[in-house]
């Protein structure tokens, strides 16, 4: 053994207690002909405190990006005393697992994977809902941006205005014995996610979901095949897209009929955030695509917006103020719309978004991560050099550098940091 004191000759295990994984090599040799043969094990030793849970995934056939396979999973918890989940995902209840993802699976050699069981899970808090991602990292190698990023959002919520945003954490994944690495276990946004209540048995469900998919010009102009209707399902559809009648309305209605009418669509407040979020992070892509528009199916209901997908954030030198056409007519035609988002990102910098708050957020995820993603980082075939410490690093310093950008431009000014 080259860890004796992890395991010893005899076999004997004893957990290191330094809160990471550690690694171990035991060598056998044995006489073979005129000379010797050896072979040498390579085993992975979990601490006796782990900071992890652990998803072991047990599939019977090979993984595939077109199809799902059955499988069986055991989740256990990072605390030794929670039990352990015993689930299933099969073809039968339309369940399964498979690889997902286009950049991130076919340039990654950690694949993606996405979950579906046969039952709701319950998994990070997510009720009602059978299905699970389980995100590579490929572009974020802290694999903190996107928890980071929604933990926020939903911090910005309150009594009665909740902000909706996936669940993540992080699992280590095995799939038949073999380390797969660390993965962002993340909520799929859906119905459950958002809330909605399900219709009367035979009625038709009144509350809407879409994802937002397109290059063109968003709520500028009436674009084909801009959204997927991810609820409700097609065969519950009797009437024209909800989303369709509110893209015409903010493409087509003049300066005064925009301002009387765009708060009887939209929840204001609900996009006052969700505009500060996206650039406070600068995720250029979320402007016009990535990201999720729904609406209940309470009389009245207006549509809100759902982040997604900021793993490509806190990376820029060159900050700008991110926009789409809707956000543009917000400012020039709707009064006092500037005046309330500069309001409202004073009230969050003096809370969720002061800087010491943010702060304590990414020491508590490098703390969870540190010792297990120096484990993940020789699976990812285009991953740069450095350390966790030295990537976190980085990420610090973007994200100071878009605080100070946001202060600039929204008029708020911070209270000098204490002296060391």
Not at 29 to 51: C, D, N, Q, S, Y
Not at 209 to 223: D, K, N, Q, R
Not at 294 to 322: N, S
Not at 326 to 333: A, H, K, Q, T
């Given at each position: 053994s080259?860890r004796?004191?992890?395991?010893?000759a005899d076999?004997?295990?004893?957990?290191p207690a330094?809160?990471?994984?550690?690694?171990?090599?035991?060598?056998?040799?044995?006489?073979?002909?005129?000379?010797?043969?050896t072979?040498?094990l390579?085993?992975?030793?979990?601490?006796?405190?782990?900071?992890?849970?652990?998803l072991?995934?047990s599939?019977?056939e090979?993984?595939?990006?077109?199809?799902r396979?059955?499988?069986?999973?055991?989740?256990?918890?990072?605390?030794?005393?929670d039990?352990?989940?015993?689930l299933?995902g099969?073809?039968?209840?339309?369940?399964?697992?498979?690889?997902?993802?286009?950049?991130s699976?076919?340039?990654?050699?950690?694949?993606?994977?996405?979950?579906?069981?046969?039952?709701?899970?319950?998994?990070?808090?997510?009720?009602?809902?059978?299905?699970?991602?389980?995100?590579?990292?490929?572009?974020?190698?802290?694999?903190?941006?996107?928890?980071?990023?929604?933990?926020?959002?939903?911090?910005?919520g309150?009594?009665n205005?909740?902000?909706?945003?996936?669940?993540?954490?992080w699992?280590?994944?095995?799939?038949n014995g073999?380390?797969f690495?660390?993965y962002e276990?993340?909520t799929r946004v859906?119905?459950?996610?958002?809330g909605f209540s399900?219709?009367?048995?035979?009625?038709?469900?009144?509350?809407?979901?879409?994802?937002?998919?397109?290059?063109?010009p968003?709520?500028?102009?009436?674009?084909?095949?801009?959204?997927?209707r991810?609820?409700?399902?097609e065969?519950?559809v009797r009437?024209?897209?909800?989303?369709?009648?509110l893209?015409?309305?903010?493409?087509?209605?003049?300066?005064?009929?925009?301002?009387?009418?765009?708060?009887?669509?939209?929840?204001?407040d609900?996009a006052?955030?969700?505009l500060?979020?996206?650039?406070?992070?600068?995720?250029?892509?979320?402007?016009?695509?990535?990201f999720?528009?729904?609406?209940?199916?309470a009389?009245?209901?207006?549509?809100f917006?759902?982040?997604?997908?900021?793993?490509h954030t806190?990376?820029?030198?060159?900050?700008?103020?991110?926009?789409?056409?809707?956000?543009?007519?917000?400012?020039?035609?709707?009064?006092?719309?500037?005046?309330?988002?500069?309001a409202?990102?004073?009230e969050?910098?003096?809370?969720?978004?002061?800087?010491?708050?943010?702060?304590d957020r990414i020491?508590?995820?490098?703390?969870?991560l540190?010792?297990?993603?120096?484990?993940?980082?020789?699976?990812?075939?285009?991953?740069?050099?450095?350390?966790?410490?030295?990537?976190?690093?980085?990420?610090?310093?973007?994200?100071?550098?878009?605080?100070?950008?946001?202060d600039?431009?929204?008029?708020?000014?911070?209270?000098?940091?204490?002296?060391?």
């Amino acid at each position: 053994s080259s860890r004796p004191e992890l395991i010893a000759a005899d076999g004997r295990v004893t957990r290191p207690a330094s809160g990471r994984p550690e690694a171990v090599e035991l060598s056998a040799t044995w006489p073979a002909g005129a000379g010797t043969e050896t072979a040498i094990l390579h085993f992975r030793v979990m601490p006796v405190e782990r900071k992890l849970p652990a998803l072991f995934l047990s599939v019977p056939e090979a993984l595939s990006s077109t199809r799902r396979v059955d499988f069986s999973a055991r989740f256990v918890p990072a605390r030794d005393g929670d039990p352990a989940r015993e689930l299933a995902g099969t073809q039968g209840t339309g369940g399964g697992l498979k690889h997902r993802g286009n950049t991130s699976f076919w340039q990654g050699r950690k694949k993606p994977l996405s979950l579906r069981f046969d039952s709701p899970h319950g998994l990070l808090g997510a009720p009602g809902s059978r299905h699970l991602y389980l995100r590579n990292g490929y572009v974020d190698s802290t694999k903190m941006r996107d928890k980071f990023v929604f933990d926020l959002f939903r911090s910005f919520g309150g009594p009665n205005r909740p902000r909706i945003a996936p669940f993540v954490d992080w699992t280590e994944v095995f799939v038949n014995g073999e380390y797969f690495g660390v993965y962002e276990m993340c909520t799929r946004v859906d119905e459950h996610l958002a809330g909605f209540s399900a219709p009367p048995d035979g009625q038709p469900s009144a509350a809407s979901l879409y994802m937002i998919s397109t290059t063109g010009p968003l709520f500028a102009e009436e674009i084909a095949n801009a959204f997927v209707r991810v609820y409700p399902p097609e065969a519950e559809v009797r009437t024209a897209e909800p989303l369709q009648e509110l893209v015409a309305f903010t493409s087509r209605a003049g300066p005064e009929e925009f301002a009387r009418g765009i708060a009887d669509r939209v929840d204001l407040d609900n996009a006052i955030d969700f505009l500060l979020l996206l650039n406070f992070a600068q995720n250029m892509d979320g402007r016009t695509t990535n990201f999720y528009l729904g609406r209940d199916g309470a009389p009245g209901a207006r549509f809100f917006f759902i982040p997604w997908d900021y793993d490509h954030t806190f990376d820029r030198d060159d900050v700008t103020w991110l926009s789409n056409h809707l956000f543009d007519r917000l400012e020039r035609d709707l009064p006092g719309f500037h005046d309330r988002l500069c309001a409202r990102w004073r009230e969050l910098r003096q809370g969720p978004l002061a800087r010491q708050a943010l702060e304590d957020r990414i020491d508590a995820m490098e703390a969870r991560l540190d010792g297990c993603v120096d484990w993940d980082l020789a699976l990812l075939n285009r991953e740069a050099p450095g350390t966790l410490p030295e990537k976190t690093g980085i990420f610090r310093q973007c994200m100071r550098r878009q605080l100070a950008f946001m202060d600039e431009k929204l008029g708020f000014s911070p209270a000098p940091p204490p002296a060391p």
